[in-house]
């Protein structure tokens, strides 16, 4: 069972950053590529960031050039540094373990809670 907490969330206003976190257990990211998440309200889940196990990082366009994803192994820790932040970021940010290669990742059957961002002025 993968275990994994999202913190870093909160409210922020359009074009204000923040940095959320993704705490595992036992090196899981030497192990694993790991993937960035977020549910808006009425949407589906949809994979904005990922990175894997040898450092290559993908984005969704939505995202590419305001979200920039980074690990840090030996903290057992997955990183999405936010910035330029717009009102339709609004989302619950999940992190995942992936499998499976860029273009074609499959995240693990377990989710956390979540981060709620809320980008309003």
């Known amino acids: 069972q993968v275990q994994l907490v999202e913190s870093g969330g909160g409210l922020v206003q359009p074009g204000g950053s923040l940095r959320l976190s993704c705490a595992g257990a036992r090196s899981i990211f030497s192990f694993y590529h790991g993937g960035w998440y977020r549910q808006a309200p009425g949407k589906e889940r949809e994979l904005v960031a990922s990175?894997?196990?040898?450092?290559?990082?993908d984005y969704a366009d939505s995202v590419k050039g305001r979200f920039t994803v980074s690990r840090d192994n030996a903290k057992n820790t997955m990183y999405l540094q936010i910035s330029s932040l717009k009102p339709e970021d609004t989302a619950v940010y999940y992190c995942?373990?992936?499998?499976?290669?860029?273009?074609?990742?499959?995240?693990?059957?377990?989710w956390g809670q979540g981060t709620q961002v809320t980008v309003s002025s």
């Open positions: 995942n373990v992936l499998v499976g290669e860029v273009g074609d990742f499959t995240p693990s059957k377990d």
């Open positions: 990175i894997t196990t040898g450092g290559s990082t």
